[in-house]
Every structure is written in structure tokens, then in C-alpha cells.
């Protein structure tokens, strides 16, 4: 086996009038590993990918923190051998995202709001029979926290997420010796969506701490 990871990170403070930092996240992977029966290689697996993050923090306006941002992927996978359930695939991906954040205080104690979109898309190619499928989604959610006394806090919040299926979801096909199974990918499934709301009770501080929630999951176009 052998694996190599390469990390970047960076901000600049005050990039231009407006915005209050720019950060930037990448890195690169190069991973390979080779499956070994009675002294001979039977298969290799490789796996070579990026990925980038760009976020833009803005000044405040009329009240609203946050940042805006973009972020990129690339996976090539190859698997070369006897136990090649999946063909070669490149798989890429962009998003752009905006999250933003409103406090209050009044009277009733501290309350603090947060927001957040998302829209993605992906290509998915499998390169030996040359079939390719795309796949947008949209994904928000939202939040709010209510500190109605000292060391209690009451949150809420509800997200809609989307997933793209993975490469070996669409075109896996064989026996897959890792797992003790045989996977058949889909090449028309859809994106998976989720539904999830939640509220909770905490107290966060002090001598003895406590939380507790209720909460609720809904899949819709379950690709697993």
C-alpha cells in the first residue's frame, strides 16, 4: 500500500472593501494498493484525487455574519485485476454554498439564527463502456438557538440535503473479496434526499450538564 496526501491552507485578511478574509483549502491524494493472493498481485486499486475550498467572509451586514464560498473535487479510480468490480471512473464535482448568522438580544435572553445553501453538481464517467451521468442538488438548512436563562439554551433546526450517488453505486459490477460481496451498481439512480428536524434541550455549563433532543429522519431515493 502506499498513500500520499499534499495540504494547502491560506487566509488573507481584508482581501477588498466588503469582506473581512479570504481562505483557501486544497489538497491532493495519490493512493494505490495492491491485493495479494499466494505471492502474486491479483489486483491493484488506485485512487487519485483534489479537492479545493475558496470562502469569502463579509463584513457585517445589517446584522448578518457569514461567508460565501466554492468548492471543487476530481476522483479517478481505477481497479486492474481479478477482483475489478468497478470499471475506471472520474467523478467531478463543484458547489457553491452561502452561510449566514443573526444574533438578537432582548429582554426574553439571547438568540442566535443560522442559514445556510447549498447547490452541488456532479459528472460521474465510467471510461471503459464511455457512459456518463450528471446529478444537481440543493441542499438548506435552518437554525436557531434561545438561551432563556442562565446555562439553559432550547435549539431547533431543520436541514434538506441531497447526495449524488458514488461512482461504485452507479457501475460496480462483480464480486467485491474485501467485503464478501457482490456489487451491481445503477447507472440511473437518482440523487438521494434527506429531511431532518430536530429540537433540543441544553444546559451546556456548570457543576452538572445536560441534553436532550427529539428528532426526525426522512430518505427519499435511497441509493443505498
Known amino acids: ?36 493472493e499466494d505471492g502474486a498481485i491479483s489486483t491493484t ?20 455574519k457569514g461567508v460565501v464560498g466554492l468548492q471543487t473535487s476530481q476522483r479517478k479510480f481505477s481497479a486492474e485485476g481479478e477482483e475489478a468490480y468497478v470499471q475506471p471512473t472520474v467523478t467531478r464535482k463543484v458547489g ?10 432582548d429582554w426574553y435572553g439571547d438568540w442566535r439564527f443560522e442559514a445556510a445553501l447549498r ?27 434561545w438561551k432563556f436563562m442562565p446555562g439553559y439554551q432550547i435549539g431547533t433546526s431543520f436541514t ?5 450517488p458514488s461512482a461504485e453505486e452507479l457501475y460496480a459490477r462483480g464480486l467485491h473479496m474485501a467485503t464478501s460481496t457482490y456489487e451491481r ?11 431532518n428536524s430536530a429540537v433540543s434541550l441544553r444546559k451546556p455549563s456548570g457543576g452538572t450538564t445536560l441534553g436532550d433532543s427529539v428528532f426526525h429522519n426522512r430518505l427519499n431515493n435511497d441509493t443505498r
Open 160 to 164: 434538506r440535503a441531497s447526495r449524488a
Open 119 to 145: 447547490h452541488d453538481r456532479q459528472t460521474a464517467k465510467a471510461e471503459t463502456s464511455g457512459i456518463e451521468r450528471s446529478h444537481n442538488g440543493t441542499s438548506a438548512s435552518l437554525g436557531a438557538v
Open 45 to 64: 486499486f488506485q485512487n487519485k484525487a483534489y479537492d479545493t475550498r475558496i470562502e469569502l467572509q463579509h463584513e457585517p451586514i445589517a446584522g448578518f
Open 1 to 36: 500500500l502506499a498513500s500520499e496526501r499534499f495540504d494547502v491552507r491560506g487566509e488573507l485578511r481584508n482581501p477588498f472593501a466588503g469582506f473581512s478574509a479570504l481562505r483557501l483549502r486544497a489538497g491532493v491524494t495519490d493512493y494505490a494498493h495492491d491485493e495479494v
Open 185 to 195: 451498481g445503477n447507472a440511473d439512480l437518482r440523487s438521494e434526499t434527506s429531511q
Open 96 to 105: 457553491v454554498f452561502v452561510l449566514e448568522e443573526y444574533r438578537l438580544n
